[in-house]
């Protein structure tokens, strides 16, 4: 991999996620060598795919390059590879472009989709975990209006504008919501031909209300406002199979629909070669110990998405999220200093700041440890903690000029089919006749 | 392809680009049915391309999508579509989508990539024609720089950092200085551990000056800024073979390089079913008379790119530029109304404003008719016309914002390989060894 041996200790991160980047950032102008590792080379604001999967944000302004965050930074080494496994005993990993060593190493590779074993699912459902995914649902969402067009089939038709979303979290509320405004705004004047009002949002969610994680006022007005912008809400239902298309759940229920977006779990994106013992079956995290050291390792660390730790408030681990991933990177960089000191380590206590989500215009939802609020100002303050989390300068004015044109003009204007979604699996009454 | 029949006469415009959006954009609310295929849902702004190439614009601020110019206009309807072939006697055309009549047809489908017959050149180079292929161009740029760091073989090193392009008009010319500047204030930063000095820009003309459509003063200071931000020009040099490895040329000069850009020619994107006298053999262009009739029909026109003019200043043909197509389109448009009322048409005369590039900050050529100039002032103009004709108004403030981070921080961040580009011919050593 060409990364020079030096007398400094080797620290190697597996992934530029929130948490990768975080310890990255901890250890700069310090007395280690860092070596990150990711598969893209950008970081990706995960956050906000859903506006990239719906055309109101172009995905440069969410994605920013890692080299970037490492100019100027002496000892510090971006390597593009997948890591194939980890060789605890020879603290080594197994790349795509080589094996390195390391002195410590951070597994930082956040989390996957989880499709609950169902190959079915895993073929005919979209993802929305990653840049290029969120292109492709971009992309079929339009190809399904365009053909839509095309067919006198009064089935067929609805079937390409039936919409169904499994997962009623942030990631599921916040598409259906998007959704439901192109819906409003965008799609009655692009496809004047059509008749949108056939369009269906249908959400699917297994527990018995939306954002489960959030306080109750907040599911219960997020419910509010979807249903107001027109999403038709299942609770209590569950996803079995989906065949590309009929999705087919517990109970008699079906929906004939061309698109569906699984945004109904996710797990951890373990590497190979770690202890079984170490290892959490159910939901794919890595056990690690109060400062995310590994267990049964002593210089193997998991932070963020795929780690899993213990606690008297949380049994099974944080919530997957960006927060508890932020703040366990910030306390590793500080911990892995003082290790290689010989200073006593701070165990991790997640501080949670609250959570939030976005359904649409002026509408969102806001759990504060002392304060629930819902509406316009829930909304603004939405944008703002999001707008000021984004990496990059550039990326924060791009993104602000879009969400005012976009609020302003009623209108997401990046609905471009840049790379078409080609998959032979893809519902397409065109395809089955030729 | 579900479009209704109407009393309306119906006109099918090929083609989404300059010249076809001129001709749709011409006919608004007059009483005409207004068909427009593309195999885009896109307008593409071609002029830019070679800045999504080198990562200072996101894709999705010089495209604009098609059907958003159509919102709120009665009886246009946009199909996206691949069309097959033209059927005259019938006035029918074949596309992907179905068949279609017309009363009158416009073929305004541009132009391709010229790889002047040779299967090597086309199967190994990169083009950049379309929003696609930018991106290929960006990601195989990055992709080189970091292969490039992982090799210790001296060669290998050189040729993945080794960028001919071939082709000495305003895309090759406008090419070769952003690639330069990248040189200069991206990649060294990007890349401390490779020297980049070794980076190759070489840039080959097969006439004995680059822009040898512009004035001599233009072409010479063009040369000069180009030589002083360190691109090797060749001229008088013709490429003739590339095997993915090796530039083979007229004469003993070779390139080794991984990566190889063919802006040395274009061609007009010919649709089949034509009369063969309609057709001229060495342009691949469709041969018109003076009010864009093509030759031997009375229905169909052709316009831009695609179409050839005779006429006693232009015996070849306009160039092939947006200019001439945007007038071309927009004539046509009132030509097409006066046929319709019985009216006299009128011929067309091309108004040559001018022409110009940009070959990197402050550093540009404009060649107006009474006055040419170089310099930051050409530049400024440069940005102002291109920026102008921009479509959309986000699209403007987008590329506005991208520029003024650009140019205050000499960056260019879009440096993402959001999909990367693989080609089993790709030039890999590690491919190789696999």
Chains 1, 2 share one sequence.
Do not use: C
Request: glycine share 8%.
């Amino acid at each position: 991999m060409n990364i020079p041996e030096t007398s400094l200790p080797r620290i190697v991160i597996i992934g530029g996620g929130f948490a990768g980047l975080a310890v990255a950032k901890g250890l700069e102008k310090k007395d280690v060598q860092v070596v990150l590792i990711d598969k893209h080379n950008y970081h990706t604001f995960q956050p906000l795919l859903y506006q990239v999967a719906t055309g109101g944000l172009e995905p440069d302004s969410i994605a920013f390059p890692l080299r970037k965050i490492f100019n100027n930074l002496e000892d510090y080494y971006f390597r593009l590879a997948e890591v194939h496994q980890v060789l605890p005993h020879k603290n080594e990993i197994e790349t795509s472009i080589g094996n390195l060593t390391y002195d410590h190493l951070v597994i930082a590779t956040g989390s996957a989709t989880n499709f609950f074993g169902s190959e079915n699912i895993e073929k005919y459902t979209m993802e929305m975990k990653s840049v290029p995914q969120s292109l492709n649902i971009r992309s079929l969402i339009i190809e399904n209006f365009e053909e839509a067009l095309l067919t006198s089939d009064l089935a067929e038709r609805n079937a390409l504008m039936n919409f169904v979303i499994v997962g009623g979290g942030p990631t599921g509320v916040e598409l259906a919501g998007a959704l439901a405004e192109m819906k409003k705004g965008i799609l009655p004047k692009d496809y004047p031909d059509l008749d949108i009002r056939q369009m269906q949002i249908n959400l699917i969610q297994g527990s018995d209300r939306l954002l489960d994680a959030m306080s109750k006022k907040a599911s219960k007005r997020a419910e509010d406002f979807l249903t107001r912008l027109g999403v038709d809400i299942w609770k209590n239902l569950y996803v079995n199979d989906y065949d590309g298309k009929t999705v087919h759940t517990n109970n008699d229920k079906t929906f004939e629909a061309a698109t569906v977006i699984w945004a109904a779990g996710v797990t951890g994106e373990l590497i190979n070669g770690l202890d079984a013992e170490a290892l959490i079956e159910r939901a794919g995290r890595i056990k690690v110990d109060a400062h995310n050291l590994v267990v049964g390792s002593d210089n193997i660390y998991a932070i963020g998405d795929v780690a899993s730790m213990s606690s008297e408030e949380y049994p099974h681990g944080h919530p997957m999220m960006a927060r508890p991933a932020i703040q366990q990177g910030k306390l590793l960089a500080k911990n892995l200093l003082a290790t290689l000191k010989g200073k006593k380590l701070k165990p991790f206590k997640y501080n949670d700041k609250g959570s939030m989500a976005t359904i649409g215009r002026n509408k969102a939802v806001v759990d504060l440890p002392n304060f629930k609020f819902q509406g316009f100002f829930a909304w603004f303050v939405w944008m703002f903690v999001h707008l000021f989390s984004l990496i990059g300068f550039r990326n924060k004015v791009i993104v602000f000029m879009n969400w005012v044109y976009n609020y302003i003009r009623f209108d997401r204007e990046t609905r471009l089919i840049i790379r078409p979604f080609k998959n032979k699996n893809k519902y397409s009454f065109r395809d089955e006749d030729a």
